[in-house]
């Protein structure tokens, strides 16, 4: 089940990688992201899919529309191994056109063509070795056509068809906190806009990862089917994307500034788009420019398909971005293309700099996009628990934290995630706020000022009976191991668990940490017990000095304070000082406890985090323990776990 809900989440990611199957967790949350509707078949994500059927089929086969084997960097990446994926590519090339890849031929005297001197272009770092204006180029890609459309919007329409829209603001303010009515990321529910009610930094300046934790609002969320928001559930989040990165496309693609506001008809021929989880079928709604760039598609987080270097380089004026262009949607620029999806992360509004004579029409572009996913973040407490605080007048909140994904941009800065950054926008206004009301007058209530400013968050119910959710229990022992912004949940769980008192013999907390100074997250919130129940894993801490012999020797890794000494279980070896690096490290050193839990009747033992490294890491270290506690062999270990997980003992959820 754990490696089942690893491969699903996977491929469901927020947008990552799409998939047509239907199959979720809690049924009418949408998990998976259905593309826009194109047919593209670019020459890498072919040549994926044909790799893993090269024993069956010599034929190429033409990806389905919804299927994309690998359609970010990172899986690509592992797809391909170590190394350049062009080399790869190349090695595995069955010269039918599916990997397309042809030399240019060289010519020593050739001067190479003039590049865009800006440093977007520079950023791509493509390599144009042999390309130069006169250059010969084959198998361009068709043009693609385009997906949908804009009409204009007569009063009279308003009148006959979008009676709703009579009253419906369009403004860009309201447009950058209101997701449009269309999206239904769990129809027939809208999206709800939760105020929030608290915002603050988890991490110190100087983590390596900034984490935030947020008290969300949800005292008004509507009844949805009676299911309650629940302790270890995800709510989902749709982000809007960065309000300054699509006013700069906008600008970059030349649409007046008197049209990016006004409502307009949008006509799709089909697909779920822009409706999230919508049916599939041809649509005609109102929106405007703004909204639809903002909300529904996803212009960052993902590489792009071949069709928009095609489709920019039908746009381009300047005759050298066009021709790199065009060998970009090339046969002789296959290589190239396939190092843009294995290279440096790209958003449009980059690849729009880098060309910046190409201004193709927008809605052409947003026909090359696809759908821009919610985003799920864990409830970091028990909503029942946190509603019972003092203070709350009545007030029910749900929190969770969040840590800020980034990726280098071409300004040499770095960008962050759409839903991440988004929520760290909010977050920071939100901390501003406060440290100005409070600068004004140090007796203010802390949260009054913040919440003056009306932030609200835009989400749904989302995972109510997801693993972590659906196998706690409110008695019997746990071991929780969480790596990063993994260990959230626990929190929720630890809470839940005070309110029955005794909770110390009960539970072990194994939290995976860069360096206690900077990004414990939630340390002194775990309650009365907190210091008995959690052992920190630091993973950047300085070794510790070298210990002599006889010295005691048990301790392995830091407790709460930072300070070495505290562990319960002893380690085998006495006389080596072991330091856990890593989460998984301790599961070895702390096995008696481990299996005393997984051995118990109402035993279980949950994992969060990432999945790569982290999950797979602790899954072999729990395979280590039942062979040195159970005596069993690799295989019937595996087994063990894999029955533990079947009986809802073992739950890793893991992302
Ligand atoms: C059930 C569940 C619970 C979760 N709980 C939490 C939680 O409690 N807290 C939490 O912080 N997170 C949680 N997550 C993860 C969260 O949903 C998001 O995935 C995370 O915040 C990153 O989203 P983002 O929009 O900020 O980043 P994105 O914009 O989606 O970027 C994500 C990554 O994609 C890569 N990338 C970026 N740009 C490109 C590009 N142009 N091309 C290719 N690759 C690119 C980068 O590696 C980047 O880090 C959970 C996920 C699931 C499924
Ligand atoms: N319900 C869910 O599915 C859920 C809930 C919350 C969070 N998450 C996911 O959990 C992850 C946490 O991310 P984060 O950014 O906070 O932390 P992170 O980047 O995963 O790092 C956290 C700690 O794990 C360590 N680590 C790195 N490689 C490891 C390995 N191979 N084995 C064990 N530990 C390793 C890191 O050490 P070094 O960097 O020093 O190597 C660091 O100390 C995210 O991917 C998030 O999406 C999932």
């Known amino acids: 089940m754990a490696a089942q809900l690893s491969t699903v989440a996977k491929a469901r990611s927020s947008a990552e990688s799409l998939s ?4 979720t967790t809690d049924t009418d949350t949408p998990l998976s992201s259905p593309p826009n509707g194109t047919e593209e078949v670019d020459g890498m994500t072919v040549k994926m899919e044909s790799l893993s059927h090269a024993q069956t089929s010599p034929q190429m086969r033409r990806r389905r529309a919804s ?31 599916c990997c397309m890849l042809q030399k240019l031929p060289t010519h020593p005297e050739a001067t190479g063509i003039p590049t865009p001197d800006n440093d977007a272009f520079r950023f791509l770092q493509l390599n ?5 204006m006169d250059a010969e180029l084959t198998q361009i890609l068709d043009l693609p056509e385009p997906k949908i459309s804009f009409g204009r919007l007569r009063r009279q329409s308003i009148i006959q068809k979008f009676p709703d829209e009579d009253e419906h603001e369009h403004d860009a303010e309201h447009v950058q906190v209101y997701p449009p009515e269309y999206m239904k990321p769990h129809p027939p529910y809208n999206i709800y806009n939760a105020p929030v009610y608290g915002a603050r930094e988890l991490t110190k300046p100087g983590a390596e990862k900034r984490t935030y934790h947020f008290d969300v609002d949800v005292t008004d969320y509507p009844e949805e089917g009676g299911v309650d928001f629940k302790v270890g559930g995800a709510v989902g989040v749709c982000p809007p994307n960065d309000p300054a990165m699509v006013e700069d496309i906008l600008d970059r693609l030349g649409v007046p500034h008197f049209q990016r506001d006004k409502p307009v008809r949008l006509f799709t021929q089909g697909g779920k788009w822009p409706t999230i989880w919508g049916d599939e079928e041809a649509r005609e709604l109102v929106t405007t420019r703004r909204e639809v760039l903002t909300w529904t598609v996803d212009i960052q987080s993902t590489a792009f398909v071949k069709g928009v270097f095609r489709l920019l380089a039908e746009h381009a004026n300047d005759a050298k971005e066009k021709k790199i262009l065009m060998y970009m949607s090339s046969a002789q620029g296959q290589a190239a293309f396939c190092d843009i999806r294995t290279g440096p992360h790209l958003t449009i509004q980059q690849l729009l700099n880098a060309f910046p004579s190409s201004r193709p029409p927008l809605e052409d572009l947003l ?3 696809i759908q821009l996913m919610p985003r799920f973040y864990s409830l970091s407490n028990d909503p029942h628990v946190s509603s019972a605080r003092e203070g709350l ?3 029910r909140l749900i929190e969770i934290a969040v840590t800020i994904h980034e990726t280098p941009a071409h300004s040499d800065t ?3 995630g759409v839903g991440s950054g988004f929520l760290e926008r909010i977050a920071k206004r939100f901390i501003k706020a406060e440290e100005a009301a409070l600068d004004a007058d140090p007796s203010v209530l802390p949260g009054v000022a913040g919440r003056k400013l009306g932030l609200q968050i835009p989400m749904f119910r989302g995972l109510m009976s997801n693993p972590l959710s659906r196998e706690f229990a409110s008695d019997g022992p746990m071991v929780l191991i969480g790596a990063g912004v993994g260990m959230a949940p626990f929190r929720g769980f630890i809470l839940n668990r005070l309110k029955n008192a005794n909770c110390a013999n009960k539970i072990w907390l194994i939290q995976g940490i860069r360096d206690s100074m900077l990004d414990e997250i939630y340390r002194g919130e775990l309650g009365a017990h907190e210091h008995d129940i959690k052992k920190v894993v630091q993973s950047r801490a300085k070794s510790p000095p070298p210990v002599a012999e006889g010295e005691g020797a048990a301790d392995v890794a830091t407790d709460s304070t930072g300070n070495a000494g505290t562990a319960k279980v002893e380690s085998d070896t006495r006389s080596e000082r072991k ?15 481990v299996w005393y839990v997984i051995n118990a009747v109402d035993g279980r033992l949950f994992v969060c985090g990432s999945t790569q490294g982290m999950g797979e890491g602790v899954k072999e270290a729990l395979i280590d323990v039942a062979m040195d506690k159970g005596k069993l062999d690799r295989e019937t270990a595996k087994q063990f776990w894999d029955d533990k997980n079947a009986a809802g003992q073992y739950i890793a959820e893991t992302w």
């Open 128 to 132: 144009l070795e042999g390309l130069s």
């Open 67 to 97: 299927t994309t084997y690998a359609s970010s960097s990172d899986e690509i990446k592992r797809l391909l191994g170590d190394g350049n994926g062009t080399k790869s590519l190349q090695k595995y090339c069955c010269g039918e056109g």
């Open 367 to 369: 026909s090359l996009l």
């Open 20 to 23: 047509s199957s239907d199959d």
């Open 579 to 593: 330091v856990a690096k890593y989460v998984q490290d301790e599961v070895r050193l702390q096995a008696d406890i």
């Open 414 to 416: 770095l960008r962050t």
């Open 393 to 395: 007048a009545g007030r």
